[in-house]
T-cell receptor, first 110, second 115 residues
Framework: EDQVTQSPEALRLQEGESSSLNCSYTVSGLRGLFWYRQDPGKGPEFLFTLYSAGEEKEKERLKATLTKKESFLHITAPKPEDSATYLCAARSGSARQLTFGSGTQLTVLP | NAGVTQTPKFQVLKTGQSMTLQCAQDMNHNSMYWYRQDPGMGLRLIYYSASEGTTDKGEVPNGYNVSRLNKREFSLRLESAAPSQTSVYFC??????????????FGPGTRLTVL
């Protein structure tokens, strides 16, 4: 059974304090690892897709990386507007659809 | 371009009542999805439609039915609502491409409470 686990569940940072969010996955034959941002009361918004170990993608203060067992979302010098819940999801070769983690709720304090 | 739209935004039902959640997308996507999101459990797939005219069960289909009305619209029906169906429901769509599994686009959600 495919599993995706995110840690920590919640993270509070001071503005400018860099950190990383973790997404561990157990899937048979990864076919894509997805990161989404979700603001309160809204639907998830797509950030990145990673397909193979060693791949990295960047967008503003966010950088996503992928290994054979986990993905990291690095947040460099975060701002309060980066506060949101960050979701990751994996698609395996055997499953036709995505398996989502339960998310990390990030709060960036001014 | 509105993307994915959902109606209603909020709904309160009594146990045993029925209702239909509506979803439409204007991106000409083939695939559409219904998820539910509960605290601490992440998004769980209820049903999906890989193309117009087809539907398949996801992880948690019991108590729900779906209709892919046309390429744009995908509705979710609760025939006899139960308190366990209190949740936030998200519709999503995706362009299908050969050789890669690309991202899903989500609607704003419907917040459903069953009393």
């Amino acid at each position: 059974e495919d599993q995706v686990t995110q840690s920590p569940e919640a993270l509070r940072l001071q503005e400018g304090e860099s950190s990383s969010l973790n997404c561990s996955y157990t899937v048979s034959g990864l076919r894509g690892l997805f990161w989404y941002r979700q603001d309160p009361g809204k639907g998830p918004e797509f950030l990145f897709t990673l397909y193979s170990a060693g791949e990295e993608k960047e967008k503003e203060r966010l950088k996503a990386t992928l290994t054979k067992k986990e993905s990291f979302l690095h947040i460099t010098a975060p701002k309060p507007e980066d506060s949101a819940t960050y979701l990751c999801a994996a698609r395996s070769g055997s499953a036709r659809q995505l398996t989502f983690g339960s998310g990390t709720q990030l709060t960036v304090l001014p | 371009n509105a993307g994915v739209t959902q109606t209603p935004k909020f709904q309160v039902l009594k146990t045993g009542q029925s209702m239909t959640l509506q979803c439409a997308q204007d991106m000409n996507h083939n695939s559409m999805y219904w998820y539910r999101q509960d605290p601490g459990m992440g998004l769980r797939l209820i049903y999906y439609s890989a193309s117009e005219g087809t539907t398949d069960k996801g992880e948690v289909p019991n108590g729900y039915n779906v209709s892919r009305l046309n390429k744009r619209e995908f509705s979710l029906r609760l025939e006899s609502a139960a308190p366990s169906q209190t949740s936030v429901y998200f519709c999503a769509s995706r362009e299908t491409r050969k050789g890669s599994y690309n991202e899903q686009f989500f609607g704003p959600g419907t917040r459903l409470t069953v009393l």
